[in-house]
């Protein structure tokens, strides 16, 4: 039945107005709005509007301002908006804007309204305003929630995501996508995410989710795989996930995104650093080993033999000792020929200032410091060093790409006569550099040996 306080006389009840009212749904309404557009006035409004919102319904249809006022300042802009875009458009109009209500406190109220067009250029506007307060704010309180989770989640470098299979609708948290490099404004959709992940491992991550997907009850899931970022860098990503189901199968998938890319990286350096070491150990082993069997070869007595052989070995150990003070990183050249070449007498040797500008890696070191002790010892006994006034210089040149080189001459010794024999230092010029790309290019000169030393340095 239409309340006659609530309707323009003349004008009929909406068709809808009475099972709104009976059902509890809201206040029902109608609008009418002349040809011209200007203007317009309520023609009905149902007696349960003073219930809600304190206006009478008689107040409301002789001044629609009434209820117009009701809606809270801030939002009359969002309102009008949206008036504007419905009459240009379809007709149809859906808000939820906040309205003080009959004791004055400001609820959610939902307005939707559609129009229906009058032979006379006329328009009809059936519509309802209903209470939505209880759902917005518990709308809200989770949103609220959910913001507080996402940022406790990205606290510990995670990135939060939500996914409803049904709708298709991807959410990401901005740590998220700076995980997968996209800035915090990009769009997302599920296509987009699969595409990001490195053709290898694809189908391995799907067939992992779609396990999870059609477990009983849902299930959980974990994946690491890699993805590629839109900038072609390469990351691994460590996914753990949630498929929640509800009567018709899943309808949520939640989980969280870590970017496990260091650790990755620091594993391949700790792998390749374990066989660096392997390998230097052997190599290491493999010296010691021609050092004791040349040096046994050429020795007189048990006592020489020692002598020789913890010299040899200690010119290992001092250059070892300066790699490891280096923490691994690239030796200074001045340093390591000042230390090898101490016990000959470094005031004996001539090193050119150039010398300090090179450094040397630390697998070069030591084949390099006992290439000097080696000639070194030579020179004592053959060379220059053999004689008073004999010097040795050592002088830096110019080599190749990522290599030096250091010109060893001596000068003021006995001259020179090549021999044919084949000793521990001549197998040592060969072989001291050339394990690590570099070289040795002796030269016995009349007036004194020469040998031209190439290798890599540090970096």
Not at 154 to 159: C, D, I, M, R, S
Not at 190 to 211: K, M, S, W
Request: charge should be negative; hydrophobic fraction near 40%.
């Amino acid at each position: 039945m239409a309340d006659t306080r609530s309707e323009v006389e003349g004008v009929h009840t909406p068709p809808f107005a009475d099972v709104a009212e009976a059902l509890g749904l809201g206040v029902a309404y109608q609008i009418a709005v002349p040809p011209d557009g200007i203007g317009r006035r309520f023609t009905y409004v149902s007696a349960n509007c003073e219930a809600m919102t304190g206006v009478p319904a008689a107040a409301a249809l002789a001044d629609a301002g009434a209820l117009y006022e009701l809606i809270v300042p801030d939002q009359r802009a969002l309102f009008d908006r949206a008036e504007a875009e419905a009459l240009a458009g379809d007709g149809r109009f859906d808000i939820e804007v906040q309205m003080r209500g009959r004791g004055g406190e400001v609820r959610w109220r939902r307005i939707a309204s559609a129009r229906r067009d009058l032979p006379d250029g006329s328009t009809l506007w059936d519509g309802l305003v209903s209470d939505i307060h209880p759902a917005r704010t518990l709308a809200d309180q989770l949103e609220d929630q959910r913001r507080r989770l996402e940022v406790a989640v990205e606290a510990t470098g995670l990135g939060f995501w939500e996914w409803n299979p049904r709708s298709g609708a991807l959410n990401w948290s901005d740590r998220n996508k700076a995980i997968f490099g996209l800035p915090s404004e990009a769009p997302v959709t599920i296509e987009l995410y699969v595409a990001t992940i490195h053709p290898d491992d694809r189908e391995r991550a799907l067939e992992t989710y779609r396990r999870a997907r059609d477990a009983a009850d849902g299930g959980d899931f974990a994946m690491e795989y890699r993805a590629v970022a839109p900038n072609g860098q390469l990351r691994w990503i460590l996914t753990q996930g949630r498929v929640i189901t509800d009567g018709e199968g899943p309808c949520l998938v939640v989980g969280t995104t870590l970017d496990n890319t260091d650790r990755h990286e620091a594993e391949e350096r700790r792998a390749l650093v374990l066989g660096e070491l392997a390998h230097r150990a052997k190599n290491g082993l493999q010296v010691m080993m021609a050092i004791v069997s040349e040096t046994a070869r050429s020795a007189r007595d048990v006592k020489g033999f020692e002598g020789v052989l913890i010299a040899r070995l200690q010119a290992m150990a001092d250059a070892q000792d300066l790699v490891t003070a280096s923490g691994g990183r690239p030796v200074p050249l001045a340093e390591l020929a000042s230390r090898t070449l101490t016990p000959f007498g470094l005031d004996r040797f001539d090193l050119e200032p150039q010398i300090a500008e090179h450094t040397v890696r630390g697998d070069v070191a030591a084949g390099l410091a006992l290439l000097l002790h080696e000639m070194a010892t030579n020179a004592v006994k053959y060379g220059a060093l053999s004689k008073t006034k004999g010097r040795v210089s050592l002088k830096a040149e110019g080599a190749g790409p990522g290599m030096a080189a250091l010109q060893w001459r001596e000068r003021g010794g006995p001259l020179v006569e090549p021999s044919n024999r084949r000793g521990f230092g001549s197998r040592l010029l060969q072989a001291a550099l050339r394990q690590q790309g570099g070289k040795v290019e002796p030269a016995f000169e009349p007036e004194g040996f020469t040998a031209r030393m190439e290798f890599r340095v540090g970096g």
